[in-house]
C-alpha cells in the first residue's frame, strides 16, 4: 500500500527531506506532497541581499529547485497552499487554497513541518508602513528589490545591525543609496564580542554607511499617502523613504503550537536529535525549529540554510525507515561586509559566563599571508577558553580575503572538544600564499597557551 | 652556574629553540650559541620560488630575524661557522670557522641539532655543471635569482614536479622564461592522486609550461665553458642555459649519524614525541628529522616550516626543564600554482593501501561559493576513506580561489579521527560569498557516507 509523506513548507529545509525521501523510496511505496503558501521552493534566502544588491541578476538565480522541477521527480509540489492546521490524532492536515479561497483536508502518514522564522516586527508606531520592509521570503526580497528599483528617494534606514542588516545596507550602498543603520546596542554584530564588533563598525564607516549605535527605534513616521517618511530614535528623526528590518527572526512554530507539539522558549519546535516532534509521524526541521548547542548544551533558534539543509536531510531518512541524526550545532556564522570578512562560532566572552563557564579570553592580530608575501592582510583572532583545562569554547576572526573561512578550524576544533595546546599543534596547511608559518588560529591558541600559563 | 646550550643551524627550526629558550631562561641563567653554515638565519625557505619570481623583490624580505636581532635578544650567533663533530660522551662539539679556516671545540650542557634538509642530487652527468641548481638555503636562492636575473638564455629545464618544481616553474614563466617541466612519474605533484595531478597538469599547460611526463632524465649536456646547454630524456635533449632540481629534499642526519645518533631509514634523525634524539642531552628539529604520521603510524620525514617551527618551540621548552610535546603530522602541504590551488593531507589512495588500510576514494566537484554568487569557481575534493569504519584517511583539494584553505577541516577532522558521517554533519560556516550550502567538503564526506552505504 501506498503511504504518503505531507511536508508544510516548500524552503530548503522541506525540500530536502522531501527530495531525500523520494531518493529512497519510489512513488508506488510513497507518495510526497509539499504545501507552500508562495510561489517558489527550495531558493536561497540567504542570497536574498545580494539579489538587492544587483550582485545577483534575477530571483531566479536564486532558485536550487522550482516547483516543476520537483514535480518532475515525482514531488506533488502545490505552492499557494497554506496549512492552516494540524490534526497530530487523526493524522490529518487542513489545506486552504490561497487563489481559490477553499479548504480541504490531506491525511498523512508522516509529516514534516518546515514553516520557516518570520523577521522579527516590533511593535512600533508606524512599523506598518509602506515602504518598511522585513525579509522573510523571496516574495518579499522580490519587494524589496523592486522598491529599491523604483525609489525616488535614495535615503534608507536599516534597523538593526545583525548580519542581514549589514548585508542589506551594504546591498543598499551597492544601488546608491545615503545609508543609516540604526542599533539599540553600543556595538554592532551582537554575536560578536563588542572589541570584534567595533572593527566590523569601522569597515561600515569606511563605506559609507552613517551609525547610529545606541539608539531604540521609537517610532516610524509616515507621510500623508501612508509611506514612511523618517524612522524616529532618541536622536531624532533620520528621514527615509526605504526602511529595512534586520532585526532578525524568530521561528514560526505557531502552527506546530496550535497542533500541541512542544514548542520552546525560542518559538522553535522541539526535537531530538532524529528532528521528531513530541507527535508520533511528525519531524520539523530547518528555521522553525529549536536545535541543540554543542558547547552550551542548551537549546538554541538558529535560522540558517545549512542546517536547514542537513537536517531536511535526516528528515527524508528518518521518515522513510531510516536512521540518521543531526548532532547539534555550534552557532558557526560567517558574512562579508564589502572587503572586510567576519566570522564566529561556539561562545563569545559573555555567553561562556551565562553559561557558567569560568573562561579566558584571547585575541592576537595576523597575517593572512606570510608577510613578505604580496596581498598579505591584516587578521584579527579572538579565541575564548576554558581557563581550568585550556578547552577551547568559542572564536571570533575579523579580516580582509582569507580571513573567515579559517572559522572553520576553530569550528572542527570546537567539534572535538580539543584544548587549545591541542589546536596549536595541528598540521594545518602552510604555504606563503596562503598564512604565515604558524596559521593564525595556531598564534592565537599558541597565545592562549601562554596566557593560562600552560607551557 | 651557567649553562650552555648549543645550537648547530641558523634555520627556522634552529632559532625557534634558541628563541623559545631564551624567553624561558634569563643570560645569566643560560648561555645560548647558535652556530650557522651560512650567513643567514631564520628566513622562509619556502619564499625563496617568490623571490625568484619577483613577487618579493629583494632576499632580505624572506629574512624573518637576522643574526643581529637575535643577538640583540641574547642569542650569540656565529654566522659562518660549521659544525663538524659532536661529541655525545664528552658534551662538546667542534666548530670550524669558514672564513679564518680554524677548528676549536665547544662544549655544551644542551645541544640542539637543526641541519635541516639537502636537496636531491642523483648522480647524473652533467648535474654539477654550472646553471644547475638546487635550492638549499637562502644562499643558493639568491644565486638561482641571480642566474635569472642575469641569463641571456631564456630557456629552463626544471627537473621534478614536486611543490618547488611547480613553484619554481611558474616563478621562472614570470621571468619571461620558456620553461619545461621534465617528470619521470606519469603526473606531477607525487603527494597528489593521479587523478588530482592531472588537472594540476592542465593548468601548468595552460600557463604556458611544456610538461615532459613519464621522462627520466638521463643526461645534462654541458658546454666547452662548462656550462649546461641542455637536459637529456629519452625523448631527446631539451635545450636549457638554466637548470632548476626540484627533486625534493633528504633530511641532513649526516653530522647526527657521524655522532653516533639513531637515524632512520628516509635519513632523518630519530626523535621522541619531545624532540630528544638517542644521546642524553641532544635535541633536534626541524627538516633533519623523522616525524611520526598520525594517520600511518610511520616515521616520515617532512621539511617544511611551519613543522620546523612548532619542533622549535617544542625543543626550546624540553631543553629548559620543562616538558611540551610534538604530536606528529598529517603531512598536510598546499601550493598555489598560478591561480590554481592545490592541498592534500593524510594518505593519499596508494598510500593507504600500501599501510594496509581497505580504502575507499570518493571525488567529487563542487563550487567554492554559492553557485549564484559572483566569482564562484570549481573545486575539486577527494577523500580517502576506511571502507569498514568510515573513518577519513586522507582527503586532497584542487580549486581556484578560496579552494586549498579547506584542507585545514579535513586535517583537522583527521587529527580527530573523525568518521565521514561526522565531518558530513560538523557546523562549519556558511554565507553565499563564502560557500555552498554544503560545503565542498560536505559535499563529499556526504558522497563518501552514501558510497559506503551508511545511511
Redesign the interface.
Known sequence: MTERLVVVGGD?AGMSAAAQARRRREPDELEIVAFERGAHTSY?A??IP?FVGD??PTAE??VARSPEEHRRRGIDVRTRHEVTAVDVDRRVVTVLDLDAGTEHDQPYDRLVIATGARPRRPPIPGIDAAGVFGVRDLATGIAVRAAVDAADDRRAVVVGAG?IGLEMAEALVRRGFEVTVVEAAVSPMGTLDPDMGEIVAGAMRDLGIRLHLGEAVERIDVDGHGAVSAVVTAGGPIPAGLVVLGLGVRPDGSLAAGAGLDVGDSGGIVVDDHQRTSAEGVYAAGDCVEVFH?ISRRPVAVA???????QG?VVG?NATG?D?????????????ICDL?V?R?GLGEREAAEVGFDAEAVSITSSTR?G???GAAEIRVKLVVERSTGRLLGGQIVGRE?A??????V???L??E?TVD?V????????????P???PVQVAARAAVSRLGR?
Chains 1, 2 share one sequence.
Not at 540558517?304 to 542537513?310: C, R
Not at 548532532?327 to 560567517?334: F, I
Not at 573567515?404 to 578550524?409: G, L, N, T
Not at 596549536?424 to 598564512?435: E, I, K, R, T, V
Request: some cysteine.
Open positions: 530548503a536561497a540567504c542570497g545580494y550582485l545577483v538565480r536564486l548580519y554543542r540558517l540554510g545549512t542546517h536547514a539543509n542537513k536531510r531518512i531510516g540518521a541524526a543531526f548532532p547539534g550545532v555550534l552557532g558557526t556564522a560567517v558574512s562579508q570578512e566570522a562560532t606570510a613578505y608575501y604580496p582569507g573567515a573561512k579559517r572559522i572553520d578550524v569550528a572542527a576544533a567539534w572535538n580539543m591541542e596549536m599543534s595541528m598540521d594545518l596547511s602552510y604555504a606563503p600564499p596562503f598564512s608559518v604558524w596559521d607551557e
